[in-house]
């Protein structure tokens, strides 16, 4: 049944690279050992697996091995950054600043502090995604101890401007958090280039193991110190207790030392995909709306809405393809995506739309298919449509007086 759903949600999780799998395998069974071992081979041999991923992943991102602290995943790594800096500079300050369109594992470890007495500053952002610099100027205050910007958003794809802010930061003394999860390894990443003091990152969204992460802490100007989320053995420099999980992390620095070695021509291939898609779909549909901006946007992301159509019908007429939906109809509540909200996208326009996350293992024979499939649904929606009917008809919707308000 799987092998007929075409797998377009690379954001939400992509499949292991084989190569990833195959380096990962000896550390389950033949190489068990434990990595905090220091009196024999068994321990000696996982912990230079440890050491030689460490190295793997600080040169993608231009940090010393030194300043990598491995972590479950970004949700861990998100935390252990906010929470961390929050606990060890609290004398300093009590007020962070972040966005509305961060990822959860911020957004509610950020809503947790508050509870703590922290002050937390959740920046509106502009229509097309992107951060407003002058309004995060304008936020820092004396007691701002932290700024959490993502590098590039999970849902619209956009990629924030991480330098600048990173300047500012410095400029202010103020550290600086980035969720790097859906960047590193799509697209060139430099934490001294950027001022980047504190990084998260996370294997399974770069074709590496689920449950493998890391933390990018900064050594020198400034020494970043974070106070521990977990307390043991005081491993990772005292800042993340817990038995290293050895496959994991040897599947992360693989999964890092691949995309480090094709990452400018696969970025190259999926930017291709990702316009042949969006061309294709913008020339046999009109009322079609991009989210967020393509000017500073992942290569492997396209998020568009599709007017006059049932968010959920949509989706029920695709269910041969895995996408995402801006559409939280299938859950608990009927909240649109707070992505979207955030760019000021109506409630009707955030219900279909649809993001399409491409990646490393998708062709272009699923792109064609994937665009033929949507059009094909699309049209026939919106042929039942008296909406769409009346809106080609010239009829502005806005001035119909509707015999029942749906709510
Ligand atoms: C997936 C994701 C996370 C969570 O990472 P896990 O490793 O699954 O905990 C955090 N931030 C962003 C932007 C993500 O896309």
Redesign the pocket.
Known sequence: MNNHVVYFDN???TPMDPRVLDAMLPYFSGKFGNAASRNHAYGWDAEKAVEDSRKKIASLIGANPKEIIFT???????NLAIKGVAEMYAERGNHIITAAT?????LDTCKKLEKHGFRITYMPVLANGLVDLDLLRSSITDKTILITI?Y???EIGVIQPIAEIGKIAKERGVLFHT?G??AVGKIPVNVMADNIDIM?I????IYGP????ALFVRRKGPRVQLTAQMDGGGHERGMRSGTLNVPGIVGLGEACAICQKEMAEESKRMAHMRDKLRAKLESELDETFINGTMESRLPNNLNMSFAYVEGESLLMGINDIAVSSGSACTSATLEPSYVLKALGVGDDLAHTSIRFGLGRFNTEEEVDYVADRVIQVVKKLRDLSPLYEMAKEGIDLSTVQWAAEAH
């Open positions: 954001h939400a999780t479950s995943g970004a949700t861990e790594s998100n961060e990822h959860k594992a911020v993502m590039a958003n999970n969720d999860v859906q998260s996370t294997g399974h969204k689920k449950g493998a992460g």
